[in-house]
């Protein structure tokens, strides 16, 4: 019984591990190629859901309700970045910082204004209800199974695209150097558009995913853009190897604290006080972790430029 | 209009208006000018870290909720008569609150700043923003002090001499402290460390080629910025007669940033002018619209890209050199 749950756990906290990584790959790759902190990320995130829960509700289809939320949140990540990143590329990281929460305090409300202040709920289709046999011994939800293959199929697919194709290689050569790509020609400020529309991509499709499992409201995308930054921190800012298993571990580290924390506890403390605490540790658990790094290693994991 | 006589102005509003108010009965202003004082002193704090240090601390929310929850356990112990150590029983006196929440916050920033300052740019204020994060989720998850419900303070706490509870003298408190801190602050940016300080904001590699250590001064600038803001938040506490983790959170942090930024940044004043603006924006555009941060994101979005000496850059024409 005690190894089925942790095999459960494990799931989870691969499951959470695998969408982190979808909203950090974007996070880190804007970082990394323009140089740019952007807090809006979760409010791509959370339009995503939006966009995916209205559109399913519309046409009944839950596929064309996350291709709405990918086109739709590619789109958005495009008017901003051409209505005011670039702006800000050559700014100080605080008037980044500033500029970007005013986007998530205009788009949180533009989506209350749309969709009024009650969480949407969405339904996943039915192929994806109940649980399936895992290994003969563990019942596991089908759609969260569905969400880590999908998550690990679009993560190899970010691979490829980064490291084995031609836009890739110029993605990679802006983030290198960004003045002597533009010299050889590039178009640089078309792939910063793009690069910036594919993060929110990849964010608004986290967010359907992960809106289909909890509600759709108006807060859903900064818990996640928190847990996303961390993740960034931990694997090294500009770093998609980093983002990957950063997030892993967060996810990992998260679910599992908070699945065994308090019993760990329980051995050498109070039972009461070892639930207490161990719920609290386990909320600041990937928090203490990130500091823990960054003490021993004050550029992540993976340094990006190292 | 040259900034000496626009700031003048500002205290003159300050001091004058919430009397008016006093006078013609409408206690709601007097309340909405004590929460400006109070904002605007958890401005000058973080402006004295970040405007002038150059340090983007994005967990200023940490010292103003630590000065929010010192104050709230403090009150709630004496009020159950529930020793907090033995022999302690909590107070409810201001004059013993204000210095305790100041020096627990200064503490936890003396632990903060020591590991936050090993990074620079993007990781200080991710750093910074997880250790606020992390308060802010033990507050929730630890039940002894409400967790997620927050902590009343019943009544509101004293001070010898003064009805705390009429709202225009809780103001004079309020008001007289933000003076007091703006005073100190711009004796401070004027002396020798100020000098360091800000020296070191714009270059820090010639600093230290001089012979001043630079992690010092940093950290000394970062401890004294956490205590103006924890004050603040012990003074907001008690405003609102209750504490939540809300105080924790990072649109907190984020909010007094705004206050520091449209007002202007590195300005003495511009806490006071950002805060005013921003709680003007929200007393006005709350009663015409219940979207009014759509309007303040769109307010400092504009500030941000188009308006960089903020609200009081703008109104004195005054450059302030970087």
């Not at chain 1, 078309?190 to 499709?205: E, N, Q, R, S």
Request: net charge neutral; aromatic share 12%.
């Amino acid at each position: 019984m005690g190894a089925i749950l942790f095999l459960e756990q494990c799931l989870n906290g691969l499951q959470l591990g695998i969408m982190l990584f979808l909203m950090a790959a974007g996070l880190t790759l804007i970082f990394g190629v323009m140089g740019l902190i952007n807090l809006a990320h979760g409010s791509l995130y959370m339009i995503g859901a939006f966009a995916c829960a209205a559109v399913a509700s519309w046409t009944g289809s839950f596929t064309l309700g996350l291709v709405a939320s990918v086109v739709v949140a590619a789109a958005a990540g495009a008017l901003i970045e051409i209505g005011v990143m670039r702006r800000l590329y050559q700014r100080e990281h605080l008037d980044q910082v500033l500029a970007t929460f005013a986007l998530i305090l205009i788009s949180s409300e533009a989506m209350r204004w749309l969709f009024g202040s009650y969480p949407l709920y969405l339904d996943v289709p039915e192929i994806f209800y109940g649980a399936i046999n895992l290994f003969g011994v563990l019942q596991y939800s089908r759609y969260r199974l569905f969400i880590i293959v999908l998550g690990l199929l679009t993560a190899v697919g970010i691979y490829l695209l980064i490291n084995k194709t031609r836009i890739g290689m110029r993605i990679r050569a802006g983030a290198a150097d960004r003045q002597m790509t533009a010299a050889l020609g590039i178009n640089i400020s078309l792939i910063f558009t793009l690069v910036f529309a594919l993060g929110a991509a990849l964010a608004g499709f986290a967010g359907a995913l992960v809106g289909s499992i909890q509600s759709v409201d108006i807060g859903m995308g900064e818990p996640v853009l928190i847990l996303a930054f961390v993740v960034v921190v931990i694997g090294g800012i500009g770093s998609i190897r980093g983002a990957l298993v950063g997030a892993i571990i967060v996810g990992m580290v998260d679910t599992l604290g908070r699945g065994y924390l308090p019993q760990l506890l329980q051995l050498i403390l109070d039972p009461v006080f070892a639930n207490t605490l161990g719920a609290a540790l386990a909320s600041i658990a990937i928090y203490l972790l990130m500091i823990i790094i960054l003490i021993f290693k004050p550029q992540g994991l993976f340094p990006a430029h190292g | 209009m040259s900034e000496k006589y626009l700031n003048r102005i500002m205290i003159a509003l300050l001091v004058g208006l919430p009397w008016l108010a006093h006078w013609l009965d409408e206690p709601y202003y007097v309340s909405l000018a004590t929460r400006i004082a109070i904002l605007a002193l958890a401005g000058v704090g973080l402006n004295l870290a970040l405007g002038l240090g150059g340090m983007v601390s994005f967990g200023h929310a940490a010292f103003f909720g630590i000065g929010g929850y010192v104050t709230g356990i403090l009150a709630s112990h004496a009020f159950n008569s529930e020793p907090i150590i033995s022999g302690f029983m909590g107070t409810t006196h201001m004059l013993i609150i204000w210095p305790l929440a100041m020096l627990i916050a200064a503490i936890v920033a003396v632990f903060i700043g020591l590991l936050s300052l090993r990074t620079s740019g993007v990781y200080f204020i991710m750093i910074t923003l997880a250790f606020a994060q992390m308060i802010y989720y033990f507050s929730i998850s630890w039940p002894t002090y409400g967790g997620e419900d927050g902590l009343p303070i019943y009544v509101r706490n004293g001070f010898p001499g003064l009805n705390t509870l009429q709202p225009i003298q809780f103001f004079m408190i309020c008001c007289t402290l933000l003076l007091i801190t703006l005073w100190g602050v711009s004796r401070l940016q004027n002396s020798r460390f100020g000098n360091a300080l800000q020296a070191l904001r714009q270059n820090e590699t010639r600093v230290t080629s001089i012979g001043i250590n630079p992690l010092g001064i940093k950290l000394t600038a970062f401890v004294i910025s956490a205590t103006i803001t924890a004050l603040a938040g012990s003074l907001f506490a008690d405003l609102n007669r209750f504490v939540s983790p809300t105080m924790f959170s990072w649109h907190t942090s984020g909010e007094i940033m705004i206050f520091v930024i449209l007002g202007g940044l590195g300005r003495l004043y511009g806490p006071l002018a950002g805060a005013g603006l921003f709680i003007l924006c929200e007393a006005l555009l709350g009663g015409w619209t219940e979207y009014w941060q759509f309007f303040l994101g769109l307010l400092l979005l504009g500030v941000v890209l188009f308006a960089r000496g903020g609200l009081i850059g703008l109104l004195s024409r005054e450059q302030k050199n970087a």
